[in-house]
C-alpha cells in the first residue's frame, strides 16, 4: 500500500454517508473527572490546538524538569565503580548519542500532532491493541522508577528528619498526588517556579569541588573502581556499562507526554518551537549525561570519604559530599542535601505518576472498555508504587527492570525504524493514526519487531549467546528491532497500517461526537457506521457494543485467525476455535502470570535470605512450588468460569443481535408496504382525480345539448299549431331529456363523492324550519297523488343542530321522492326521532314495495327492481345510491324495511349534535339571495322534478306560490 501525503481526512464537505445504524444509540455522560479536561488532561485523546496554549518555555520548561531524578546519578555512580572511569565515560557518551538520536523523530511526531506516547506507538507500525503491550511495559515503568525515586527520597527524609522508612515511603508516594492531578495545569507550575533553586543546588557541590579541589577531577579520570582490567577501556565492560544506562532510552516517552502540548509549528515560532522541541525532546540526554558523570565522580569522591561501597552509589550520600564542600558545617550541608533531594524527587516523581496515569488510562480503556478517570489510575499508580516499597522488593526490581529495559529499548527501535525508515520510503502512512475506527488491532511492523528484538536481547541478557553478547544486549535489542521493523513493513506491503479509508470530515470548527454531544477538532473524530454518525475518539475506545463493524477484519481475534491459518493446516485452525482452546490460552495466560509475579516474589526472598546469609533453603523452594499448584487450581477453575461466562455472553450477544436483525428487516419490510400503500393510495387518487374531472367534463358536454333539446321541446309544447298526436312525441322528448338530466346530476355527486372531493359544510341548521319546508313540499306532491301526507314526533325536536344542511335536505327529499313516487295509494309519513344527539328520520309508505332479493340491489348505482309504479315512471337508479353515500359521509347509516303490496320504510339514523345557543345564521339569507338570481331564469326555462323540488324550499320560505310554477 502507497500511502499520500495528505493527513487522515481529505478537505472535502461532509458527506453523509449512507449507514444502516445498527445500534441504537445511548447517550454518554462522562463523570466529572472525565468531562473536565483540566483532571483529564486529553489522557485518551490527541491533545487539540485549542488546549495547547502554553508557550514554547513554558511546555519546554516543564518537560526539562524530570530531568532532576537522582536516579540518573546513581546509574553513573554505579557503573563508575563497577566498569571504571574510561569504560563508564564512553559508555555514557555514546548511550547518550543514541538517546539524543531516537528522540529527535519521536518528540518531533508527538509535537507536531500532540500525541503522547501511547497514541504514536499505536499509529507508528503497533497498532490499536499492539501497543497496549507497550502501554503495560510504560505503565509499569513509571511506577517502578516512581518507587525507585521515591526510596530515594525517603531516605532523605530518614537521614534529616529521622522519618522512619515505611513512613517516608508513603510520605514521598502521597505527596504527589495533589500535585498531579490537575495535570500539566499545575505540574509546569511546580516546574517553573522550582527550576532556578533546583539549578543553583545541582551545580553549586561541583563548582565548589572544582574550585577547592580541581586535582579530584583528574584523579577521577583514572578511576578503575571494580574493573579488573584496570583504568583502560574495555569493550565488554564498556558494553554492560552502556546496557545499564540504555534503560533511560524510554524517558523519551515522559518527555513527549508533555511535549505534545506545545503550540502548532508556525512560520513565526519556528526557532522556538525547534529549540523547545530539541532542548526538551532528545535534548534531556545533554542535561541528563552531565548528571550522569556528575554522579559517577560524585561516587568516586564519595569513595575518596570513605563512604562505604554500596552507599557510595547512593544519591543521597554522593550529595552530602559534595555539599560538605560547600559548607563547613556538617548540618548545612545535610539541610541542603536533603532539600535538593526533597525537590529533584518531588519534580521526577511528578512526571512518573503523570506518565504512569496516562499509560494506564491507555491500557485500561481498551481492555476493560470504561475509562473512570485518569485521576483515578493516578492514586492506582503511586499505590502500586507504594506496596512495592513497603514490600521492600527493590533488588528484585531491579532485575526486572533490567529485563524491562530490553523490551524497552526494542519499543523505542521499533518506533523510532517506523518514523525515520518507513515513513520516509512510504511503507507506513506519512500521518500518525491513533484513532481505534482506522486502526487494525495489531500491527506485525512494530510488535512483531518489538518481539523478535525482545526475545532475541533477552536471550542475550541471559547469557544465551556468551558473554559478549551479554554485555552488548541493549544494542542487540535495539540493531534488531531498527532493521526487522522495515523489514516486516515490506513483507506485510504495510497493510496493517491503515483499517479503512477514513470517511472524510469537514476539518474546520469543533464536530460533534453522536454518543457524548461533545464538541471535539477533526483530528479527534470518525465517522462510525454502527451509529451512523461522527463519533470522539474517546467515545469510539470505550464502545463494546459495535464489535468492530467498521473494521471486522481488523479485530484481534480475526487477525490471529487470518494468521493461523495461513501456517496451520484447516483441522487444526477449527480445532483452536473450540471452547477448549479457549480454556487452554487463557489458564496458559493464568498460570504464566501466577509463575512470574510468585519467581519475583520468590526471587526477592532468597536475595534477603543470601543477604542474611542463610542459604535458601529448600523448604522456601517447596512452599513457593505448593502455593503454585494451589493457585494454578484456581486459576483452572477461574479460566473455566470465565470461559463459560464469555460464551454465555456471546450467545446472549448473538440471540440480541438476531432479534435487532429481525426487528430491523421488520421494519425495513413495513417501511416498503408503506411506501407502496402510499404509492398506491396516490395512483387510485390521480386515477379519481381524472376520472371526476372526465365525468364533470362529460357532463358540462352533455347538459348544453340537453338544455337546448328541452327548451325547444317546451316551446314545441306550448305551439298551438302543432297537432295534438306530434305533441306526444314532444312530451316523449321533454321527458327523456328530463331523465337523462337527472342521470347527469346524480352520476356527477356520486363522482365527487367516491372521489372524495364531496367537502360537507357543517354548519347549524334550525330543523323545524327545514322539516317544515320539506313538509310542505311532500304535502303538496302527495295532494296532487291523492295520497295522504304525515308528519310525526316534530314537537320533541332540539331547534337547532349542527349538520351540513343542503345535504341533509337532498337525502330527505330522495326518500321522500321516492315514497310518492312508488305509493298509488295511501299514504306516505316521515316520522322524526331525537334521542342523545341520534337523530331518527323514517319514510314509511303504503306503496308497491320491494322484492326481498332486491332489497341489497337498490341502493346500487343504476339498480331498479324494475316494478314500475302506476305511472310507469321509471326512475334514474341513482337517487338511493347518492342518498347512502351522502348519509354515509355524515357518519350515519341507512336501513329498509319492505313487503311487496304492503309498503316499504326507509330509515335514517345521524348523529346531529344539538347546538343550545344558536347564532344568528346570515348563511341561509345569503343562500337565498344568491339563489334569487337563477330563480326567474329557472322558473321560465325549466320544469324539472329536481329543481322544482329545490324551488319550493327556497322559494317558499319567501311566500312563493310554488304550486303555479310547477304547473308552469
Ligand atoms: P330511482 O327512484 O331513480 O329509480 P332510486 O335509487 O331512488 O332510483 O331507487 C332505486 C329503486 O328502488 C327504484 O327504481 C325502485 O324500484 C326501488 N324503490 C325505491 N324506493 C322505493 C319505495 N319507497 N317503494 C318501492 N320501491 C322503491
Redesign the pocket.
Known amino acids: 500500500m502507497k500511502f499520500s501525503d495528505a493527513g487522515p481526512a481529505v478537505q472535502a464537505p461532509a458527506v453523509s454517508a449512507p449507514a444502516t445504524q445498527r445500534i441504537v444509540k445511548i447517550r454518554r455522560d462522562y463523570n466529572r473527572w472525565v468531562a473536565n479536561e483540566t483532571l483529564e488532561d486529553y489522557a485518551l485523546r490527541f491533545t487539540p490546538r485549542a488546549f495547547r496554549k502554553w508557550s514554547e518555555f513554558r511546555v519546554a520548561n516543564t518537560a526539562i524538569g524530570a530531568v532532576s531524578f537522582l536516579a540518573l546519578e546513581a546509574i553513573g555512580g554505579t557503573i563508575a565503580i563497577a566498569y571504571g572511569f574510561t569504560n563508564a565515560f564512553w559508555a555514557i557518551l555514546v548511550v547518550s548519542a543514541i538517546v539524543f538520536l531516537t528522540g529527535l523523530p519521536i518528540s518531533y511526531y508527538a509535537s507536531k500532532y500532540g500525541l503522547d506516547m501511547d497514541l504514536l506507538t499505536r499509529g507508528a507500525g503497533f497498532g490499536y491493541i499492539g501497543s497496549t503491550i507497550t502501554s503495560l511495559i510504560y505503565a509499569s515503568f513509571t511506577f517502578i522508577f516512581f518507587a525507585l525515586e521515591a526510596a530515594i527520597m525517603a531516605l532523605a527524609l530518614d537521614l534529616y528528619f529521622k522519618l522512619p522508612l515505611t513512613i517516608g515511603y508513603l510520605v514521598s508516594s502521597l505527596v504527589v498526588i495533589p500535585l498531579v492531578t490537575h495535570g500539566i495545569t499545575l505540574i509546569s507550575r511546580l516546574q517553573l517556579w522550582t527550576q532556578p533553586l533546583w539549578i543553583v543546588l545541582l551545580v553549586l557541590p561541583y563548582v565548589v569541588v572544582l574550585w577547592k579541589e580541581p586535582s579530584a577531577f583528574v584523579d577521577f579520570t583514572t578511576f578503575a573502581g571494580h574493573a579488573e582490567t584496570g583504568s583502560g577501556f574495555n569493550l565488554l565492560l564498556f558494553g554492560s556499562a552502556a546496557t545499564i544506562a540504555f534503560s533511560l532510552i524510554a524517558q523519551i516517552g515522559e518527555q513527549v507526554d508533555f511535549l505534545r502540548f506545545l503550540p502548532e509549528k508556525t512560520r513565526e515560532n519556528r526557532v522556538r518551537w525547534w529549540s523547545a522541541l530539541i532542548s526538551a525532546g532528545p535534548g534531556w540526554i545533554v542535561l541528563g549525561a552531565a548528571k550522569l558523570l556528575g554522579g559517577a565522580f560524585l561516587a568516586f569522591l564519595a569513595l575518596q570519604h570513605e563512604v562505604s561501597l554500596d552507599k557510595a552509589s547512593e544519591p543521597t550520600q554522593m550529595y552530602l559530599i559534595g555539599f560538605q564542600y560547600v559548607f563547613a558545617r556538617p548540618e548545612w550541608a545535610l539541610a541542603a542535601t536533603t532539600l535538593f533531594v526533597i525537590l529533584s524527587q518531588v519534580k521526577i516523581n511528578v512526571t512518573n505518576a503523570y506518565a504512569g496515569s496516562l499509560a494506564w488510562s491507555n491500557f485500561f480503556a481498551r481492555l476493560t472498555h470504561s475509562h473512570p478517570g485518569r485521576v483515578v489510575w493516578l492514586v492506582f499508580n503511586v499505590l502500586i508504587a507504594v506496596v512495592l516499597m513497603e514490600l521492600g522488593v527493590f533488588k528484585a526490581l531491579e532485575h526486572v527492570l533490567g529485563l524491562y529495559s530490553n523490551v524497552a529499548i526494542a519499543w523505542v527501535g521499533a518506533l523510532v525504524a517506523d518514523l525515520v525508515v518507513n515513513k520516509p520510503l512510504g511503507l507506513s502512512p506519512k500521518y500518525i493514526e491513533f484513532k481505534r475506527a482506522h486502526l487494525y488491532d495489531v500491527n506485525p511492523v512494530g510488535v512483531g519487531a518489538m518481539l523478535i528484538a525482545s526475545l532475541l536481547s533477552i536471550a542475550a541478557f541471559l547469557g544465551a549467546f556468551g558473554p559478549a553478547a551479554q554485555a552488548f544486549s541493549s544494542f542487540i535489542a535495539l540493531a534488531t528491532a531498527f532493521a526487522t521493523a522495515p523489514l516486516i513493513a515490506f513483507a506485510t506491503k504495510g497493510r496493517f497500517y491503515i483499517a479503512r479509508e477514513p470517511v472524510p470530515l469537514p476539518r474546520t470548527g469543533a464536530l460533534k461526537c453522536v454518543i457524548c454531544d461533545n464538541a471535539f477538532e477533526h483530528e479527534d473524530m470518525a465517522h462510525c457506521p454502527a451509529y451512523g454518525g461522527t463519533i470522539c475518539s474517546l467515545c469510539c475506545s470505550l464502545d463494546a457494543r459495535c464489535h468492530d463493524l467498521c473494521k471486522e477484519d481488523a479485530r484481534l481475534s480475526v487477525q490471529v485467525m487470518n494468521a493461523l491459518e495461513r501456517v496451520l493446516p484447516e483441522p487444526v485452525t477449527e480445532q483452536l476455535k473450540s471452547r477448549l482452546a479457549h480454556y487452554v490460552t487463557l489458564l496458559l495466560g493464568f498460570t504464566l502470570a501466577l509463575a512470574a509475579i510468585l519467581a519475583l516474589v520468590y526471587y526477592q526472598e532468597s536475595i534477603a535470605l543470601a543477604i542474611a546469609g542463610t542459604p535458601a533453603l529448600p523448604d522456601l523452594r517447596a512452599v513457593f512450588l505448593k502455593v503454585f499448584a494451589v493457585l494454578v487450581l484456581i486459576a483452572a477453575v477461574a479460566a473455566w468460569w470465565v470461559v463459560l461466562a464469555s460464551e454465555s455472553r456471546k450467545v446472549a450477544q448473538e440471540e440480541s443481535n438476531r432479534q435487532t436483525n429481525l426487528l430491523m428487516r421488520e421494519i425495513e419490510a413495513h417501511r416498503r408496504t408503506d411506501a407502496k400503500l402510499q404509492q398506491a393510495k396516490e395512483v387510485a387518487e390521480a386515477a379519481n382525480l381524472a376520472k371526476s374531472r372526465y365525468v364533470t367534463g362529460m357532463s358540462h358536454e352533455l347538459r348544453t345539448p340537453l338544455n337546448s333539446i328541452l327548451g325547444y321541446a317546451q316551446i314545441l309544447q306550448k305551439d298551438a299549431t302543432i297537432p295534438v298526436n306530434r305533441r306526444d312525441a314532444i312530451d316523449v322528448i321533454r321527458r327523456s331529456g328530463e331523465h337523462l338530466l337527472?342521470l347527469i346530476d346524480g352520476l356527477l355527486d356520486i363522482a365527487k363523492i367516491e372521489a372524495g372531493r364531496l367537502r360537507l359544510d357543517r354548519g347549524e341548521v334550525h330543523l323545524p324550519e327545514l322539516l317544515d319546508q320539506i313538509v310542505k313540499m311532500f304535502e303538496l306532491q302527495a295532494e296532487i297523488k291523492g295520497l295522504a301526507f304525515r308528519f310525526e314526533g316534530a314537537d320533541a325536536l332540539p331547534v337547532v343542530v349542527h349538520a351540513d344542511e343542503r345535504r341533509l335536505r337532498q337525502i330527505l327529499i330522495?326518500l321522500l321522492a321516492?315514497?310518492v313516487?312508488?305509493?298509488d295509494s295511501g299514504s306516505v309519513t316521515l316520522k322524526v326521532n331525537y334521542q342523545r344527539e341520534i337523530a331518527r328520520f323514517e319514510?314509511t309508505?303504503t306503496?308497491?314495495?320491494?322484492p326481498d332479493r332486491?332489497l341489497a340491489r337498490?341502493?346500487l348505482p343504476f339498480?331498479?327492481?324494475?316494478?314500475a309504479n302506476q305511472r310507469g315512471d321509471?326512475?334514474?337508479?341513482?337517487?338511493?345510491?347518492i342518498?347512502r353515500l351522502l348519509t354515509e359521509l355524515m357518519g350515519g347509516e341507512i336501513t329498509v324495511r319492505?313487503e311487496p303490496g304492503v309498503?316499504?320504510t326507509?330509515e335514517v339514523k345521524l348523529h346531529l349534535s344539538r347546538v343550545d345557543t344558536p347564532r344568528t345564521t346570515p348563511r341561509l339569507e345569503a343562500d337565498i339571495a344568491g339563489y334569487r338570481g337563477a330563480v326567474r331564469r329557472i322558473l321560465v326555462v325549466d320544469d324539472q322534478p329536481i329543481q322544482r323540488e329545490m324551488l319550493a324550499n327556497l322559494l317558499l320560505p319567501l311566500g312563493f306560490d310554488v304550486r303555479l310554477a310547477a304547473s308552469g
Open positions: 337527472g330522495n321516492n315514497a313516487k312508488f305509493t319514510v309508505d306503496g308497491i314495495g320491494i332486491d337498490i341502493f339498480e331498479r327492481t324494475g316494478t321509471i326512475g334514474t337508479g341513482l337517487g338511493l345510491a342518498t319492505s309498503g316499504s326507509f
